[in-house]
């Protein structure tokens, strides 16, 4: 049936496509398919409708934001094979998928094409042609038979390791992990994911109002996907919003309640997909908490807090401070200095639409428009301006201050850089990134210095040569027959560049002489490296943000110079950051000897006893010819049929052991559990409920006085009996090589900056 024979596509169309496919195309009883014929293809709708609306909305971080037929079909036929407790293996399950899938290609609502992957390779993906029909079916369906959606009750607690949703509690693949979590061994363990799940959510009605205004008039509230200029990703934006939304018009009115779990690591994340409050700040500022609460004199002092740290932006100051790094009393004086300012945007955001400028828009105008209602139950109320007992259910968050740099400052006492990562008391919030970019060009300049005149003279020149036949490249239209000839000059000069060495991008990036400039570009490094940052790593980050710094400089900068500075910045900070960086070669280095014995590396993170294990495999990936839509005839060049598609699938039934990521994953993921350990000592510690996300701690405004305290108290706990001398036990690591420094860990209490 073609779309245009009707006014509207429903399920019933669906369904009676797939009926009819199924008798036209699943002939023979030999076909692994041919028990579907037999079953009714409404019984499974809802949860194929789900699938095909979650999976169609491209993965964060995806290179591209490419959406693979491969991981949609397989994805539709595991889901549907599991709902119908089929056995199939992943060759069948996919096939499947693809047949169900074909359903939408067949009313013109996605096209599957042939395009260029990240590796060059050729790859299948999914165009999604009329997403307004993908969503207007998952907005019909009955929220109970969507997966990956919110609960209308709090789910059970967990009382041992398998969920009776059926989820684990780990996501791993080490069964021992599993047999090994008890609530009794794993108190603190089994209490942080349950408090989180009796935490209920409701919709923030007003911002949900002006998120539909936003996008139907396309605001600069989401100016990122508005100004994005590439179609694709302006289009995948577009979705990732509307999926948010849509969910959010399924849960208004309601109060929903999230099902959690840990990865390997230990990190807590939620089962739901999109709307949460890990999810992005449209997510979190649609968000408000059930369980409210009078605000009190020291919740107001945070909503204020909350609004400059939202803001982010220029607080007046002649440093050029933004106010999400002044200090918390600043932020708060900062902020009822403006307050006029911030309840105008929340009489009239339609028409003062400023607070679209925020660093996190939807956020701050949620702390406006409450502290708008604040401001009017005083007003209505009998009990004054000095009262401040409003019930409020709105969320503010502290986060901590380089959270990977402070653990391994932690880990290695390291006084040096402890004042950069705010783990000591002071007047200033210190700044790591501006360290690392002094330290970088204080080298560059000194580098320079070694140099004669005339080679830097020489390379200057050709610097500039490169710059001006760049610019001039990039002003001419794709197909002028000019930029081909500029090209050829331009590969010239690259030539003549090789050839001096590493003084041409010296010279260039000594031009950078603003330091909020400097800071920027370190910034991604920076923040990187106790992850796992690689000198190769960081030199493509350097390449792949130039365009995203809103630096004009780094518009005509070469790649080659880009990939220089993320291996000077790499270098550098083994000198500035000494200590931290030997720790992690340290990570590696165990994680390389586990690997060459042919085991994989485990640990158990302090306190809590969680125990970790890198448990990396490799499904195996073979080729399948898989058929997509009813047989054509014969293609002339592989004998296969026209609608059969070759594709890679990996068959997690036939898992081997990954080369190369113990030794990978050992630095981030030490890094990323020992911050697990933090989140879930300071929820076990906490007698009202804690939100968090990683490295970042949420509570009602009229909790946070207490969780600014315990969330310093707990990172104390964590590291006064330093944890390191186990880890490396556990890990078979080797501290030869590290002289431990004098930093008096307990310092921290008394850091304002470290969590804020």
């Not at 996907?225 to 009115?253: P, V």
């Amino acid at each position: 049936m073609a779309t245009s024979e009707i006014k509207r596509l429903t399920r019933n169309h669906i369904a009676a496509n797939i009926t009819s496919r199924l008798d036209k195309e699943i002939t023979s009883r030999s076909n692994q398919l041919y028990p579907m014929k037999e079953i009714d293809p409404s019984l499974y709708m809802d949860v194929l409708l789900s699938v095909v609306y979650l999976y169609t909305r491209p993965k964060k971080g995806t290179r591209d934001k490419l959406i693979f037929f491969s991981e949609v079909a397989s994805s539709i036929g595991h889901r549907v094979r599991g709902f119908l407790k089929m056995k199939m293996d992943t060759s069948v399950a996919t096939r499947l998928g693809a047949f169900l899938l074909y359903t939408f290609e067949d009313f013109g609502v996605l096209h599957i094409k042939l395009t260029k992957g990240s590796n060059g390779h050729n790859v299948y993906v999914v165009e999604v042609l009329k997403d307004d029909v993908i969503t207007d079916f998952w907005s019909k369906i009955p929220r109970g038979m969507i997966s990956k959606t919110p609960a209308a009750e709090p789910y059970e607690d967990w009382t041992s390791s398998r969920h009776s949703s059926g989820q684990s509690l780990v996501k791993t693949g080490d069964k021992e992990v599993l047999s090994s979590l008890t609530p009794t061994t794993h108190p603190i363990v089994y209490n942080c994911v349950n408090k989180a799940q009796r935490v209920g959510w409701n919709i923030n009605n007003q911002v949900l109002s002006l998120v539909g205004w936003a996008l139907k008039n396309r605001v600069d509230a989401f100016a990122e996907i508005w100004e994005q200029r590439n179609k694709d990703a302006r289009a995948t934006k577009l979705r990732e919003a509307q999926a948010i939304k849509g969910m959010a018009d399924k849960l208004k009115g309601t109060t929903f309640y999230h099902l959690y779990y840990y990865d390997f690591r230990g990190r807590k994340y939620p089962t739901t997909a999109y709307l949460h409050e890990q999810g992005s700040d449209l997510s979190r500022g649609l968000l408000l908490r059930q369980d409210v609460k009078p605000v009190g004199r020291e919740g107001f002092f945070w909503l204020m807090v909350s609004l400059a740290s939202n803001w982010g932006g220029d607080s007046g100051r002649e440093d050029g401070l933004k106010t999400d790094k002044i200090s918390i009393k600043e932020r708060h004086e900062w902020a009822l200095a403006n307050e006029d300012v911030f309840l105008s945007y929340a009489e009239n955001p339609k028409t003062e639409m400023d607070w679209m400028s925020a660093d996190k828009p939807w956020q701050f105008i949620a702390a406006c428009l409450e502290l708008k209602k604040l401001r009017e139950w005083q007003y209505l109320s009998a009990r004054g301006f000095e009262c401040y007992d409003y019930p409020s259910g709105l969320e503010v968050y502290i986060d901590g201050s380089n959270n990977g740099s402070q653990h391994l400052t932690a880990l290695t006492r390291d006084e040096i850089t402890a004042p950069h990562v705010n783990l000591v008391p002071q007047v200033r919030m210190g700044d790591l990134y501006r360290y690392v970019a002094d330290s970088l060009w204080k080298h560059i300049d000194e580098t320079l210095l070694t140099h004669d005149e005339a080679s830097k003279l020489e390379a200057a020149g050709l610097v500039d040569d490169i710059i001006s036949l760049k610019e001039e490249v990039n002003r001419l239209d794709y197909e002028d027959p000019q930029r081909t000839e500029l090209i050829t000059k331009l590969q010239s000069l690259r030539l003549i560049a090789n050839d001096l060495g590493d003084l041409p991008p010296l010279v260039y990036w000594s031009r950078f002489k603003d330091q909020k400039s400097r800071r920027k570009i370190v910034k991604r490094n920076t923040m990187t490296l106790p992850y796992g940052g690689t000198p190769y790593g960081l030199g493509q980050q350097q390449i792949d943000d130039a365009k995203k710094h809103g630096i004009d400089k780094l518009l005509v900068m070469e790649h080659k110079w880009g990939a220089f500075l993320g291996r000077l910045i790499f270098n550098d900070c083994k000198i500035s950051l000494e200590r931290p960086m030997r720790l992690l070669q340290i990570f590696e280095a165990a994680g390389a000897k586990a690997e060459s014995e042919g085991r994989f590396l485990k640990w158990k993170l302090p306190i809590t006893n969680f125990p970790v294990t890198q448990h990396y495999t490799e499904g195996t990936v073979k080729k399948l010819w898989i058929q997509y839509g009813p047989k054509i005839g014969e293609h002339a060049t592989t004998k296969h049929d026209v609608n059969e598609l070759q594709i890679a699938v990996c068959f997690i039934e036939d898992t081997k052991p990954s080369k190369g990521k113990q030794s990978q994953g050992a630095s981030p993921n030490v890094i990323h559990s020992l911050d697990a350990a933090h989140l879930m000592l300071v929820v076990d510690a906490a007698d009202f409920p804690v939100t968090t996300i990683h490295d970042s701690y949420g509570c009602l405004l009229a909790d946070m006085p207490e969780l600014f305290k315990i969330v310093r108290t707990q990172f104390l706990r964590l590291y006064q009996h330093n944890p390191i001398d186990q880890i490396m036990i556990d890990i078979g690591g080797d501290m030869s090589s590290i002289e431990m420094g004098s930093l008096d860990i307990s310092q921290i209490l008394e850091s304002e900056f470290c969590f804020v």
